[in-house]
């Protein structure tokens, strides 16, 4: 599937379900193989700096992140910087494919080795404000396959309306179905954000601005071609859209 991060959230919808079945089948394999499947929740820091202080916090969180490699840390974490939006002035740090138990050993970690009296001595003199939360990735519902290419990603995130599952699920059915058939073979992940509004994100890895164009054909003309009409297609999208409350998409670039 392709997210587009400049069209309509109906548009953006489409990626929900894409190669889904293929998503289970692979996860199943490796069950049955005997493989460790990698843990589904990440842990997400938002830092905003203080105004004219920016290099400041750049040059101070790498040197943290050197540190907390150093005393022993197992975790990997990846920086995010937004290029897209109104406001282009914080840094999102995550770390993904935990279990639930990872973060106890690590709180065990950091306690040990006094991570937050070392943030707050190195890098806390220029942190504005901060936000945490986790996610959870839809295994089941995404498809994503990895690479060190990967330079931008559009983000588009969806507060739900409540009482509206059922319409929700019959949109979303009409949509696999279309996109399955359609073979797309676009990478995509699926997360529910804990903690705040608990929003339902759709993050779609690019490695470069040229693979942010539409693809053609359309998603509006696949779903015309499953269900076997223009009309039918315009009402499962406008089904799937009574369903979002409000969206908004950001743009971010990996900073490596």
């Known amino acids: 599937m392709r997210v587009r991060y400049v069209r309509s959230s109906c548009l953006m919808a489409l990626a929900v379900l894409l190669l889904s079945s293929a998503a289970s089948a692979t996860a199943a394999d ?21 105004p004219g202080h920016e290099k400041d916090f750049e040059t101070t969180i790498k040197q943290y992140a050197a540190w907390r490699k ?100 019959d949109a979303l059915d009409k949509i696999q179905k279309a996109v399955v058939d359609s073979k797309w073979p676009y990478s995509y992940q699926i997360e529910h954000q804990i903690g705040g509004t608990n929003p339902m994100v759709i993050v779609t890895p690019m490695k470069s601005y040229a693979e942010m164009a539409d693809p053609d054909p359309s998603l509006m003309k696949v779903m015309s071609k499953s269900l076997g009409s223009d009309a039918a297609a315009a009402a499962a999208m406008k089904e799937f859209g009574s369903t979002i409350d409000h969206h908004s998409n950001t743009v971010y670039t990996y900073r490596a």
Do not use: C
């Open 30 to 50: 490796k069950t049955a193989a005997g493989a460790a499947v990698p843990g589904n929740i990440t842990e997400v820091w938002t830092f905003w700096p203080k």
């Open 70 to 169: 150093s005393a022993g840390e197992t975790f990997t974490w990846s920086i995010f910087q937004p290029i897209v939006g109104d406001d282009l002035t914080y840094f999102v740090i995550r770390s993904s494919h935990h279990q639930w138990k990872d973060f106890d050993a690590n709180a065990v970690w950091g306690a040990k080795s006094k991570e937050g009296d070392k943030f707050g001595e190195q890098v806390g003199p220029y942190v504005l404000r901060s936000a945490h939360y986790f996610s959870e990735t839809d295994p089941a519902h995404s498809h994503w396959t990895e690479s060190k290419d990967y330079k931008y990603f559009s983000v588009d995130t969806y507060a739900m309306k409540t009482g509206t599952h059922a319409e929700q699920k």
